[in-house]
C-alpha cells in the first residue's frame, strides 16, 4: 500500500478530481477531526487512477500546495483541469503549482445557490440556472447565466451575487472536448468513493493517529485502483490527446 501511494506517476493527466471527507482522530489525548484528501486522475488513454492521498488538519492553501508538490514531484504532468468543491485554497494551489484550470462542481454549486431560494421557489430557481448549462458553447451558457442572474437580482440578491461571483468557474468545463462534459462538471465521480470512505471510517469511530487513518483509506484506495484497471476505458479518446502537451507527433506512413 505504501508503494502504491508513492509509486511514480506516468503520462500526463489530463483531469485531476479532488475531494474531501472528515474523520475522527486523537491527538494529544483531545478527539479532533482532521481531512481526508483523495486525487483521482484520468490520463491521455482514458484510464482513471487514485492519484494521491493526504490527512492534514486543515484544508488552508498551503495544506492544498503541498499535497499538489508532492504529486508533482512523483510525476504528476499535464493536468488541464481540477474539479472540486469550492475551497479557495485548492483553488489558489492549483493556479500556482498546476498551472490548470478550477472547475467549481456543478451539484455543490446548486445545493449552495438553493439554499439562498425560499422552499417554494427552489424548483424554479433550479430549473432556470440549468437552462444555462444545456448551451451548446460557452459563449451561449455565459449569455444565458446573465439572463438569469439579472432578473433574479431584486427578488434573490444573494442568489444574484453568488451567480455573478461563481460563473466562470462553475462554467469552466465547457471550454473542454464536448464529449467530456458529463464527467468534468462535477466531483461525481469521487463521490462513491467518498461514501465508502465514510462508511468504512465510521465503523472505526475514532482512529488512534494519522497513520492508521491512512492504512485504512490507502489499502481500501488501492484496492478500489485495482477494480478500475480491469474496467473498460473511463472516459472516451475523443479530445483527450488534443489536449496533452507531451504526446509526441505520428509520422505519416510511407506510400509504398
Known amino acids: 500500500m505504501g508503494a502504491f501511494l508513492n509509486r511514480t506517476i506516468e503520462g500526463d493527466w ?62 504528476l504532468r499535464g493536468v488541464k483541469l481540477v474539479i472540486s468543491d469550492s475551497h479557495e485554497g485548492l483553488k489558489a494551489a492549483a493556479a500556482k503549482v498546476l498551472k490548470a484550470t478550477w472547475q ?6 446548486m445545493r449552495n ?5 425560499g422552499k417554494t421557489q427552489r424548483r424554479m430557481v433550479s430549473a432556470a ?18 439572463a438569469v442572474a439579472d432578473p433574479l437580482r431584486a427578488k434573490f440578491p444573494k442568489l444574484s451575487a453568488l451567480m455573478d461571483e461563481a460563473e466562470h468557474d462553475v462554467l469552466a ?3 473542454f472536448p464536448r464529449a467530456h ?11 462513491r468513493l467518498n461514501a465508502e470512505i465514510k462508511r468504512r471510517t465510521n465503523v472505526v469511530g475514532i482512529f488512534p493517529n494519522d497513520a492508521s ?3 485504512l483509506v490507502g489499502a481500501m484506495m488501492l484496492e478500489q485502483n485495482d477494480e478500475w484497471s480491469l474496467n473498460r476505458r473511463y472516459m472516451q479518446l475523443e479530445g483527450l490527446q488534443t489536449l496533452s502537451d507531451t504526446l509526441p507527433t505520428r509520422l505519416a506512413a510511407v506510400a509504398r
Open 14 to 75: 489530463l483531469y485531476l478530481w479532488v475531494d474531501a471527507t472528515y474523520v475522527k482522530t486523537r491527538e494529544a489525548g483531545r478527539i479532533v477531526s482532521v481531512v481526508v484528501i483523495v486525487a483521482v486522475g484520468v490520463n491521455t488513454e482514458g484510464q482513471r487512477e487514485v492519484l494521491g492521498l493526504k490527512v492534514g488538519a486543515s484544508e488552508a492553501e498551503p495544506f492544498w500546495t503541498e499535497f499538489l508538490r508532492r504529486l508533482n514531484r512523483r510525476g
Open 104 to 109: 467549481r462542481c456543478r451539484v455543490h454549486f
Open 113 to 117: 445557490a438553493l439554499a439562498h431560494a
Open 129 to 146: 440556472i440549468g437552462t444555462a448549462f444545456v448551451q451548446d458553447s460557452p459563449e451561449a451558457a455565459r449569455q444565458q447565466w446573465r
Open 173 to 175: 468545463f465547457m471550454t
Open 181 to 191: 462534459w458529463p464527467q468534468i462538471y462535477s466531483t461525481n465521480p469521487l463521490e
Open 213 to 215: 487513518i491512512t492504512r
